[in-house]
């Protein structure tokens, strides 16, 4: 059963310096801003940061890295019209970029989540991403072998947990979330709502709740408004309900 | 073969490449140019667009009150969802790509090789911060990989080459490209990959072929 806290301080409080930490989002969609804030406030540095971009704006990890708490970034896509922060530092060499394509990204977490060595893909090959990899032609087509990534914290966001620490997205804000829950030794995720157990139809978890270490509520989308209809909420019975 | 009416502008061209996607296809369109296809694709078409970031069965770009900021495409425009939608994880969404699930994927180049080499990531000017996103994995996924950008650069020189300058996205994997001069197909024939211009439009078939340092095929 993961651990609930009331308080984003104590969620992130698993990341260390040097931590390898995993970022969900796609652009802002899914990042766990208030989960990244709370890190900024934790001082914790030299950070090795996976995630798709490399900030946007002046919020969440944009913020960590004009920071300089962040070492290394392992990303697909860094620039961007709004990403002055990430430019910023790797203009000044303060900042390591591993550039990884974005199906290599999220395979590599997969493959860390899954307990894979490592995978052969087309994907890269005969480019200078691929340059220095091991590579194998089988069944006439020809694949770069790339390894699991895995993060010693992953922070991400989801719509509502349940007791259990299942796990339910919203919309394209689900990207990186399920892998990265899998990828780290501990996963923190913010949702917006906590629901009894029993309240997710356990046919619609998308992250069962085994992957979930810390959940910490947020309520991003107005604290206090009425929950939005989701499908894979469900009646339920007295029986059913566990930590209401 | 002589060259038909004048060049194509950016929308006649959107409208060819939405004309030749195959009814019922799953489709990826890439950030830029390749988004404005979508706008020429007809309900009779039943055509199925896929986003990377993790969604089937997109609908047009959202407006006013219909945006969500948890409901954008691979570019980061806030977009609806059809009827048939569905939402899934970025590793189930690329391996959908990678696993030769999308029938075509129209993206944007810098330059073809005649061998159907695509070079679209990135300029490889050294003072430049590299990014790369889904193109490597788009480039190699699809059935089809349709091109579409304008026959030459700038200055001039063609972007249909005999070999890629730019960094190369990935190898072989275009089969066909989409111009304002003119439609080519990538085909193989007795083992090699050839390029055959199919529709010229403002030029003709000739000065197309005095102008690239490709052989077009017959």
Not at chain 1, 15 to 32: E, H, I, R
Not at chain 2, 174 to 191: A, N, S
Request: net charge negative; glycine share 12%.
């Amino acid at each position: 059963m993961p651990e609930i806290t009331q308080s984003t301080a104590a969620a992130v409080a698993g990341v260390k310096d040097g931590s390898t930490v995993l970022m969900g989002g796609f652009g802002n969609a899914g990042q766990p801003m208030e989960l990244i804030d709370a890190l900024l406030d934790s001082g914790a540095r030299n950070l090795t940061v996976v995630s798709n971009n490399a900030g946007q704006g002046d919020a969440g990890l944009a913020l960590l890295i004009k920071e300089r708490r962040v070492r290394k970034v392992i990303c697909s896509f860094p620039r961007q019209s709004d990403s002055w922060h990430f430019d910023a530092a790797y203009g000044a060499g303060e900042i390591e970029l591993e550039l990884v394509p974005q199906g290599n990204l999220a395979e590599r977490l997969r493959a860390a989540g899954a307990g894979i060595g490592g995978f052969f893909t087309p994907t890269g090959y005969g480019t200078e991403l691929a340059a220095g990899k091991e590579t194998r032609q089988i069944e006439g087509r020809n694949y770069v072998l790339e390894h699991p990534l895995r993060g010693d914290v992953a922070l991400i966001k989801a719509l509502y947990a349940d007791h259990a620490g299942n796990l339910v997205y919203r919309k394209t804000a689900r990207n990186f979330g399920p892998v990265m829950a899998a990828a780290a030794a501990q996963t923190v995720v913010q949702v917006e709502q906590l629901l009894p157990t029993g309240s997710l139809d356990p046919e619609a978890v998308v992250t069962p709740g085994i992957y979930v270490d810390v959940v910490t509520v947020v309520a991003t989308r107005g604290a206090g408004a009425a929950p939005e209809p989701h499908p894979a909420v469900r009646e339920h019975t007295a029986e059913e309900m566990v930590g209401a | 073969m002589s060259g038909t009416g004048t060049r194509l502008s950016r929308q006649e061209l959107a409208r060819l490449v939405a004309r030749d996607i195959a009814p019922g296809s799953y489709v990826n369109l890439g950030i830029g140019q390749p988004t404005m296809v979508a706008d020429y694709l007809t309900a009779e078409q039943h055509v199925t667009l896929h986003t990377e970031n993790g969604m089937l069965g997109m609908g047009p770009q959202a407006h006013g009150d219909r945006i969500d900021d948890e409901l954008i495409n691979a570019g980061k425009i806030p977009v609806t969802e059809l009827p048939g939608a569905s939402y899934f994880h970025h590793a189930d969404s690329f391996a959908m790509m990678r696993g030769g699930h999308l029938d075509v994927c129209v993206l944007g180049a810098f330059q073809v090789s005649a061998s159907g080499d695509l070079a679209n990531w990135s300029t490889g000017a050294p003072d430049a911060i590299p990014a790369v996103g889904g193109a490597m994995d788009l480039a190699i996924g699809a059935k089809e990989v349709f091109v579409m950008m304008s026959l030459f650069a700038r200055d001039g020189t063609a972007k249909l080459v005999p070999e890629c300058t730019y960094p190369v996205t990935g190898l072989g994997c275009v089969t066909r490209v989409y111009t304002d001069c003119g439609v080519f197909h990538i085909l193989e024939q007795d083992g090699a990959r050839r390029l055959k211009l199919v529709e010229p439009y403002g030029l003709s078939a000739d000065q197309i072929q005095d102008q690239l340092e490709v052989e077009l095929s017959a």
